[in-house]
Each structure stands twice: as C-alpha cells, then as structure tokens.
Antibody
Framework: EVQLLESGGGLVQPGGSLRLSCAAS????????MSWVRQPPGKGLEWVSG????????YYAASVKGRFTISRDNSKNTVYLQMSSLRAEDTALYYC???????????????WGQGTLVTVSS | QSVLTQPPSASGTPGQRVTISCSGS????????VYWFQQLPGTAPKLLIY???QRPSGVPDRFSGSKSGTSASLAISGLRSEDEADYYC???????????FGGGTKLTVL
C-alpha cells in the first residue's frame, strides 16, 4: 500500500524559511517522480514543484521559482521541499504526491499524502 | 484564477446523473490527458479518472470521463449521498511545464 507522510509544516514569519519532508513507503521510491501540490485554506489545488525519479530533473511553478527547492534522497525514500523568502500567499496545506512515471513531464500525480500545513504570518 | 475552468457548483438528487465540465486550451487539455480527482471534506484528493476515461481499481463504474478537443467532462450516474465532495480536473500544460488544475466543483446531493 502506498503511504506518503508529510512533516515539517508550521507557523513562520514572512521572509522566513521552512523545510518540508515526505517519507514514502509501499512502492519502489527511486522508480517514480514526486511532486508537491498545495491548497490554500478553502481554495483549490496548485501544483508547486516536481522531481524525477533519479533527482536529475526538477520543475517549479512560476509562483515559487527561485524561492523553493525540491530534492530527494532515494536511500531514505524521502522527498523534500526547501522553502525560503516565504510570503503570506504561500499559506496552504502542502501535499506530497507520487507520480506514476519515473519522469515528470506529461504525467499527473496519482497517490497523495494527507498534507502538512504551512502558515506564513507575523 | 485557475488555468482550467470548472463550474463552482453542481447538484443532483440520489439516483440522478450529473456531469461536471472542464474547459482548457490547446496547451493542456488539447494535447494531454485529463485526470479527475475527488476530495471528500477534510481529506486528500483521490484519483478518480486518469488518461481521460480510465478508472483506477476500486473506483465504481458509476464514474466516467470523456474528452473532446479542449474540453472534458466527468459524469456520475446513480448519484449517492457519499458522492458529495469537491471534484477537480487536471492536465499537464506544455506551455507552463507542469500540471494545471481546475478551480474545483462542489457537488451537493440534495
């Protein structure tokens, strides 16, 4: 059974940094690309970033490019999202999601974790 | 403003058939597969339809998807109270180099 467990969310001041983690189990982690998708409270879904199975290719939404960095450690079955220069509009529930392909391009995530809440406020 | 356009709400009575539309452009729906997700209150999105019209194992055949040109739709037949949820369409966007989502449709079972 695919399991994705996010952690690292919390309250952070504008301009601050936070690192999210997602521990995966139930599948051969290095074989699949991974993504982060966020959902502001009461609003819709927004894709944030993605990384290929071997970590060699990364993609970012325009809204976070230059501020967020996605990475993965296949020896630990974990994907990370380093967030810096955080803004109030980054406040959201951040979901980790598995992509059913080793490459990210053209493929939409299938399994999603339960999310970790990031609140950016002074 | 979401890249894909969905109606904000839809409704039906038990047993009815309802459809939810999703409109995009040539860079997303027009050239890539469409996916549909169901999000029950307080839970993570669950994949309902992939590659336009395919159902993952465990998804009832009451749910079906279709695509034509730059639009897609999700149909739910034999509506049940447990179908009350938010529904999102998604597709890869070649111009943005990432997945894009619709704004979501809140389905109410009357």
């Amino acid at each position: 059974e695919v399991q994705l467990l996010e952690s690292g969310g919390g309250l952070v001041q504008p301009g601050g940094s936070l690192r999210l983690s997602c521990a995966a189990s139930g599948f051969t982690f290095s074989t699949y690309a991974m993504s982060w998708v966020r959902q502001p409270p009461g609003k819709g879904l927004e894709w944030v970033s993605g990384i290929s199975g071997n970590g060699g290719t990364t993609y970012y939404a325009a809204s976070v490019k230059g501020r967020f960095t996605i990475s993965r450690d296949n020896s630990k079955n974990t994907v990370y999202l380093q967030m810096s220069s955080l803004r109030a509009e980054d406040t959201a529930l951040y979901y980790c999601a598995k992509v059913p392909s080793t490459m990210l391009r053209g493929v939409i995530p299938d399994y999603w974790g339960q999310g970790t809440l990031v609140t950016v406020s002074s | 403003q979401s890249v894909l356009t969905q109606p904000p709400s839809a409704s039906g009575t038990p047993g009815q058939r309802v459809t939810i539309s999703c409109s995009g452009s040539s860079s997303n729906i027009g050239s890539n597969f469409v996916y549909w997700f169901q999000q029950l209150p307080g839970t993570a999105p669950k994949l309902l339809i992939y590659r336009n019209n395919q159902r993952p194992s465990g998804v009832p055949d009451r749910f079906s998807g279709s695509k034509s040109g730059t639009s897609a739709s999700l149909a739910i037949s034999g509506l049940r109270s447990e179908d009350e949820a938010d529904y999102y369409c998604a597709a890869w966007d070649d111009s943005l180099s990432g997945p894009v989502f619709g704004g979501g449709t809140k389905l109410t079972v009357l």
